[in-house]
């Protein structure tokens, strides 16, 4: 399951496309971007949130953004929102020359932080959060000169089940733009093993054919191998064989065509 929004509409103080604003004035359109202004609201109370039914447990939430202004917005993404007004997450955000990993549950904690240098108004940054069971991970990446400029892989277990995605702004700062966001799902692999018992096997003519054949003995087991005809044949099926004392081979019924030319090879 995934959604994503490049925001490329008509501008607007609303959002659209199922956007829930926690705080009317925080987001808008503008430009093809969803243009975030801090207004005093903190962040918990500025979500702009994807709907329930778009819900996830594990994830990867992305979104692009550029400091228009001055690089002292906060922007952030959240993941696996929930409980009242959806204020316990996880979320991962720029603050100053910091990546932070923190989540909110009843009241703020910071998990983890890395250095990400100095970043520039007008470079195009990407932000991505990804929740997988108790391992958290997220990154900074420069779009424009390709590289990652700080990552962070952690595991708690704090904020747990599934829960809503978000992108929000800081009480206070100048613009952020957003643009290109996603959301994926993550689903658990499966591990599937089946054993199979062969009994019957049959072989169709397309060039070359292998087949299996005993000596007059019934105690060698052979390989032939006839090359394509203008009229191939179906040398047989339905080969069985027995192990006993040694190795024995018995054929099964339905044998045809004519052995006697053939090239055999011992296995």
């Known amino acids: 399951m995934g959604f994503s929004d490049n925001f490329n509409r008509t501008d607007s103080g609303t959002i ?25 609201t903190q962040y918990y109370d500025a979500q702009l949130l994807r709907p329930s039914g778009e819900a996830w447990a594990d994830g990867t939430v992305t979104t692009d953004f550029q400091f228009i202004t001055a690089t ?63 391992s958290l991970d997220c990154s900074l ?39 290109n966001f996603t ?29 299996t054949e005993l000596d007059s003995s019934g105690q060698t087991g052979w390989v032939q191998r006839e090359d394509a005809q203008s009229s191939p044949e179906f040398w047989g099926y339905k080969w069985g064989y027995r192990w006993g004392s040694g190795i024995t081979w018995s054929k099964a019924d339905n044998v045809s065509g004519d052995w006697s030319s053939t090239t055999k090879h011992a296995i």
Request: net charge negative; with cysteine; aromatic share 8%.
């Open 16 to 40: 659209g496309n199922s956007w829930t604003e926690e705080h009317a004035a925080t987001f808008e359109i503008l430009s093809n971007k969803c243009r975030g202004t801090a207004d005093g």
């Open 72 to 134: 002292d917005g906060i922007a952030q993404v959240h993941a696996r929102c929930q409980g009242t007004n959806d204020n316990i997450f996880y979320l991962a955000y720029i603050n100053g020359t910091l990546l932070v990993l923190a989540k909110l549950s009843g009241s703020y904690t910071t998990i983890s932080t890395t250095s990400v240098g100095t970043l520039s108004t007008g470079t195009n940054y990407q932000l991505s959060l990804t929740c997988n069971g108790t």
């Open 141 to 179: 990446k420069d779009l424009d000169s390709p590289s990652t400029l700080g990552s962070i892989s952690t595991t708690d277990s704090t904020v747990t089940g599934s829960g809503k995605q978000a992108i929000s702004v800081g009480a206070g700062g100048n613009p952020i733009d957003y643009d």
């Open 183 to 211: 959301s994926i799902a993550l689903f658990a692999s499966a591990n599937v093993s089946e054993s199979i018992t062969i009994t019957d096997s049959v072989t169709f003519i397309i060039g070359v054919h292998w087949t």
